[in-house]
């Protein structure tokens, strides 16, 4: 059985870093990128950016200059950073699995709802 | 590159059939049949319902089918039950740097 178990402090101040991190069992680490979506109050989901089991990285252009996903294959672990976090980065974050090819969120985390308040 | 464009609510009543369009462009939708479905209950987690613009994973009632035309794709849920009342997303992969689009998204009310 998949499971996404996703962590990460939950309450920030203007310009500081959130940080999150996703550990991932019941599956394997290749195959997949392992990806962050994100839902702000009252809005949509939206996608952050993906990892590969390698290393390699891409990102929603709007969030890029901010974003760095990381990922430690021997823990099966990957990791998002979001710097210089504003109000408008108050969401939910959901940590997910794709498979390579078929680009659709097949296994999500349960979500870590991240407040950005002065 | 801007989400894809979904009606904000849609309703119908049990045993009915609704059906929830996602118009995207030549760059995401009409490209590529690598559209998918969620269905999200609110402040629970997004479920896969459909990917691959009209593939089923498994234990997905079969009520739930896509399709696509053009640069829009349809999801429709026949047979309407109470428990289908949530938020449902369309999601594209982009050939636009973005990779990954979704949906404005689309409250379906059970009447």
């Known amino acids: 059985q998949v499971q996404l178990q996703q962590w990460g402090a939950g309450l920030l101040k203007p310009s500081e870093t959130l940080s999150l991190t996703c550990a991932v069992s019941?599956?394997?680490?290749?195959?997949?990128?392992w990806t962050w979506i994100r839902q702000p109050p009252g809005k949509g989901l939206e996608w952050i950016g993906r990892v590969s089991h390698d290393g390699v990285t891409d990102y929603n252009p709007s969030l890029k200059s901010r974003v760095t996903i990381s990922v430690v294959t021997s823990k099966k672990q990957f990791s998002l950073m979001l710097t210089s976090v504003t109000a408008a980065d108050t969401a939910v974050y959901f940590c997910a699995r794709v498979p390579f090819n078929l680009y659709y969120m097949d296994a999500w985390g349960k979500g870590t709802t991240a407040t950005v308040s002065s | 590159q801007s989400a894809l464009t979904q009606p904000a609510s849609v309703s119908g009543s049990p045993g009915q059939s609704i059906t929830i369009s996602c118009n995207g462009t030549s760059s995401d939708v009409g490209s590529y049949d690598l559209v998918s479905w969620y269905q999200y209950h609110p402040g629970k987690v997004p479920k896969v319902i459909i990917y691959g613009v009209t593939e089923r994973p498994s234990g997905v009632s079969s009520r739930f089918s896509g399709s696509k035309s053009a640069d829009t794709a349809s999801l429709t849920i026949s047979g309407l039950q109470a428990e289908d009342e949530a938020d449902y997303y369309c999601c594209s992969y982009s050939k636009e740097d973005v990779f990954v689009v979704f949906g404005t998204g689309t409250k379906l009310t059970v009447l």
């Open positions: 019941g599956t394997s680490f290749n195959n997949y990128f």
